[in-house]
């Protein structure tokens, strides 16, 4: 009998499976109780990780599937790979696992089955349940999963609140383990043995969203994003949930420097997608979030033919790719919060000439952005999705950034009856209708930037035309909101959704300065982002004339890659301070971002990741001795360079809410 076996509860279970990792430090059994209960258990490095926790799922309209389970088989494979991402934070990626497989059937006369599929790698593990085509089950119609995760030990755990109205846009919570509430993953912990520990899901497909529900202590169980009708999950035939993962790492930069998210999904479904471009853009945005400009018609209205033209020569100039325009569209004037049904995504207003604004900036080698806000009202957008997709395509738009806003639970939905419903944006009807615009897109070779979000779960992996998403508390809020994000907010966000995959925070404000409200920043943060925070497409977020004031330091923001050959954390703690070195998928630079809380801190880096053999200039812009987030010194910093070779050693001096980036241009 395995150690899941002993903390079980009463009902004595008898292990019946058994799957280590490729290295050996993780080890997952699955047991059944007496009564045919199924449950696993994990250990790690010969400790307990995850004491027994159930298996199983509630239906709405038959019996639960959680006891009288008997084994009906099991299989064990091995896999071990190397691939490549089109685009990404490293161009090659070793996926290696053992596979155990665990086919259950029901004693009774139902006589139903069902499988769960672990998958260990070194890095941690994933594990998701598969339905077989039968006939006692021909519709699943899922009320709830009984999956737990219960914690052999308490820690500290960084969290932000699941079911609440704001979505994913929350400052993170920083408590004990036992004192999470109900939490949107990815939760990062580090256990009080040191071992850190991400949970969140893998391929999230027509399904529901797994949020993470405090049970007791430190047991938790999976809660799956509600839905407008008595089922939160319909599927129909043969069919498996999405993965249930669980990254471990001895460091917090282990989890991020971890692929398991992205091994977990499967690969890519489109063929030749050399045409999904990484790149830098500007846009007619910052202006609305500062209200100097407006979405809306009128005196304000910022997507304008002159001012969309300002922003065009202004990327042209300084080699970025795209060029966002919001509020383009009719639909903007009145109350289009949570209603969008006045939005069309084909005609702009009369002061917009996006025909010859797409001509303009091919000229220049400069694309328009789409913008598609919904305000979550799904069924109008999709009356549309094609015809507004057909315009992009024939203006050379390939890529557009939708948008969702709208309070948690306020996406209106049509279903196949043709009744509009609400639901809730990481619903099964969510999942859908993201993966549907994605789909549309891809055919007409586009790229989607979604905002207001289903959670990301790896899927740009299948789909990389999924370049990035928002799904967080962005940059946004440094302009209106009421507190703005404070230094370690970023710091947070590398070591929690960041571990989900990209997102689009636009940094780069060198202004640092909101809707009358200071940024907690200083300007060598604001360029450490960009190799702090991924993704593929990353925005010049300030205004073009405020750049003109500042051009030496926005100097790296020109420079600074959005495609990897290979990333890595050299150090960090959650919420305090972080380094990661990232190298240039298109030439030999390394470029360096290093950024810390509101303690100011010195940390020291050994350059090992440089090429053995090359000499590097490094371009260091970084604070200044008197730089302090909190005073007008935020806007202090200092460009230096200096010469060194691999092994040489940095003393990275940061301010308090402050960063530092580097550049090391091979020689």
Do not use: C
């Amino acid at each position: 009998m395995s150690f899941a076996g002993v903390l079980a509860s009463p009902a004595a279970a008898e292990t019946v499976a058994t799957a280590a990792s490729p290295d050996g430090s993780i080890t997952v059994s699955v047991d059944l109780d007496n009564d045919g209960r199924p449950s696993y258990a994990v250990m790690h490095k010969g400790k307990p990780l995850i004491a027994p926790s159930r298996l199983g799922f509630l239906l709405t309209d038959a019996p639960k599937l959680e006891r009288n389970f008997t084994l009906a088989s099991q299989a064990t494979n091995a896999f071990d790979e190397t691939w490549d991402q089109p685009w990404g934070e490293r161009k090659t990626i070793r996926n290696r696992y053992n596979e155990l497989k665990v086919a259950l059937k029901e004693k009774t006369t139902l006589g139903r089955q069902i499988s769960i599929v672990f998958r260990v790698h070194d890095d941690g593990f994933g594990f998701r349940y598969v339905f077989p085509q039968q006939d006692a089950l021909k519709t699943a119609n899922i009320a709830e999963e009984l999956t737990e995760f219960n914690l052999a030990e308490n820690g500290t755990a960084w969290w932000i609140p699941a079911g609440e109205w704001n979505r994913y846009e929350y400052l993170y919570n920083r408590t004990k383990v036992s004192e999470i509430g109900r939490a949107h993953t990815p939760v990062t912990m580090k256990l009080d043995s040191g071992t850190h520990v991400s949970f969140h899901e893998a391929a999230l497909v027509d399904y529901s969203a797994m949020w993470l529900q405090h049970v007791e202590g430190v047991r938790f169980k999976a809660t799956l994003s509600p839905s407008s009708g008595p089922a939160k999950v319909v599927r129909n035939g043969a069919f498996h949930t999405p993965w249930r993962s669980i990254q471990i790492s001895d460091t917090a930069g282990g989890l991020v420097d971890s692929s398991l998210i992205l091994n977990l999904n499967d690969p890519n479904v489109l063929g030749d997608v050399s045409w999904v471009k990484p790149y830098k853009y500007v846009g007619v945005w910052w202006g609305m979030h500062l209200d100097t400009e407006s979405w809306a018609s009128g005196a304000k209205h910022g997507a304008t033919t002159a001012n969309t033209k300002r922003y065009i020569d202004f990327a042209a100039k300084n080699g970025m790719r795209g060029v966002l325009v919001e509020g383009w569209n009719k639909g903007w004037d009145g109350d289009w919060f949570a209603d969008g049904s006045t939005f069309s995504f084909t005609q702009p207003y009369p002061d917009f000439d996006i025909e010859g604004l797409s001509a303009y900036g091919l000229k220049k080698g400069v694309h328009l952005i789409g913008h598609h806000e919904t305000s979550a009202n799904v069924a109008h957008y999709e009356d549309q999705l094609e015809a507004a997709l057909d315009l992009d395509r024939r203006l050379g738009i390939d890529s557009i950034k939708t948008g969702y806003v709208a309070d948690a639970g306020g996406m209106k939905v049509r279903g196949a009856d043709g009744v509009v419903r609400f639901e809730w944006h990481d619903g099964q009807a969510s999942a859908r209708h993201h993966l549907k615009v994605v789909t549309e897109a891809a055919k007409r070779r586009i790229a989607v930037n979604a905002h207001e979000p289903i959670k990301d779960t790896g899927l740009r992996r299948t789909y990389p035309n999924w370049v990035a998403r928002e799904g967080a508390r962005g940059m946004e809020y440094n302009a209106w909101g009421s507190p703005p994000n404070p230094p370690e907010h970023e710091i947070n966000l590398v070591f929690t959704r960041m571990l989900a995959g990209p997102m689009d925070y636009t940094p780069g404000v060198l202004s640092l300065e909101g809707r009358g409200q200071p940024l907690q920043s200083t300007v060598a943060r604001q360029l450490a982002l960009y190799v702090l925070l991924y993704s593929p497409i990353q925005m010049a977020a300030d205004l073009p004339e405020n750049y003109a004031k500042v051009m030496k330091p926005f100097q790296f923001i020109k420079d600074v890659p959005t495609d990897w050959a290979d990333s890595r954390v050299l150090n960090g703690e959650i919420g305090d301070y972080v380094t990661i070195a990232r190298k240039d998928r298109n030439s030999a630079d390394w470029y360096l971002g290093a950024g810390t809380d509101e303690n100011g801190r010195t940390i020291d880096v050994t350059l090992d990741f440089l090429d053995a053999g090359k000499t590097y200039t490094a371009q260091i812009y970084r604070d200044a001795d008197d730089t302090d987030y909190r005073t007008d010194t935020r806007h202090h910093h200092v460009i230096e360079t200096r010469q060194v070779r691999r092994g040489d050693r940095l003393s990275l001096v940061l301010a308090p809410g402050g960063g530092q980036a580097i550049r090391f241009v091979a020689r």
